[in-house]
């Protein structure tokens, strides 16, 4: 069984800086790739960012790009995803998942096996 568990949600204000951890578990964890996705207040669940376990390669949404950074470090079972300059429609629920699928668009939540409990991210104007 797989566990996701993320981390360093909070409270910040418009232009700060948050970055989000999520930790793995699980004696046979390979995925092919994680993603972030994130649910704002009354909203569907969109996609964030995705990177490949192996090769690093990555994908971000367009309100996203050039201002988050999706990183993985293999040897902690760990993803990130540093925000920077965030505005206050980045507030929502952010969850981490792990995905199996090696081809494929790795933006659709269907993509992904397990996932995580989800972090609050509020940001104040």
């Known amino acids: 069984q797989v566990q996701l568990v993320e981390s360093g949600g909070g409270l910040v204000q418009a232009g700060d800086s948050l970055r989000l951890s999520c930790a793995a578990s699980g004696r046979t964890f390979r995925p092919a790739g994680m993603g972030w996705f994130r649910q704002p207040p009354g909203k569907e669940r969109e996609f964030v960012a995705h990177?490949?376990?192996?090769?690093?390669?990555?994908n971000y949404a367009d309100s996203v790009k050039g201002r988050f950074t999706i990183s993985r470090d293999n040897a902690k079972n760990t993803v990130y995803l540093q925000m920077n300059s965030l505005k206050p429609e980045d507030t929502a629920v952010y969850y981490c998942?792990?995905?199996?699928?090696?081809?494929?668009?790795?933006?659709?939540?269907?993509?992904?096996?397990?996932w995580g409990q989800g972090t609050q991210v509020t940001v104040s104007s």
């Open positions: 998942a792990a995905t199996r699928v090696v081809f494929g668009t790795h933006r659709y939540s269907a993509e992904y096996d397990y």
């Open positions: 990177i490949t376990w192996n090769g690093g390669s990555t």
